[in-house]
């Protein structure tokens, strides 16, 4: 190494760890504001899927306006009860018709999937 010269290794090792400290922040999990937080009492809806059809369904909540949730397999002819937190004033289900219904946090829904037939929008069982 000649005298007053750095190192070529030194650079490197730089950005190596300017790298490594990027990825690890950028790999931080990510937390997202819910926007109605300041509202008072629950921010958050509950969802029962009554599942009378014979084969099991994936269930997501689609929010009018924002995003959509996975609510998890509802087995077949089952029921399943979901907690989920409030991101918009209409709401639709997967596999459900394609029209938003109404919904305010609080409040808790059902959605039923018939063995055979027409699937209704969720109705409302308790307003808040």
Not at 24 to 37: F, G, K, M, V
Not at 73 to 86: G, Q, W
Request: aromatic share 10%; charged share 20%; net charge positive.
């Amino acid at each position: 190494m000649i005298p007053g010269r750095s190192s070529s290794r030194h650079p490197l090792k730089l950005s190596l760890m300017l790298t490594l400290a990027f990825f690890s922040i950028a790999c931080l999990p990510q937390t997202r504001e819910n926007p109605y937080s300041d509202l008072p009492g629950s921010t958050e809806v509950r969802v029962t899927i009554r599942n009378e059809s014979p084969r099991a369904r994936d269930v997501y909540a689609i929010w009018e306006g924002a995003s959509r949730d996975w609510l998890g397999v509802v087995p077949a002819e089952s029921t399943e009860t979901f907690t989920i937190v409030y991101r918009s004033s209409g709401i639709r289900f997967s596999g459900g018709p394609r029209v938003f219904v109404a919904v305010y946090p609080g409040d808790q829904l059902e959605m039923v999937f018939p063995r055979v037939g027409q699937v209704f929008p969720p109705r409302r069982l308790r307003p808040s």
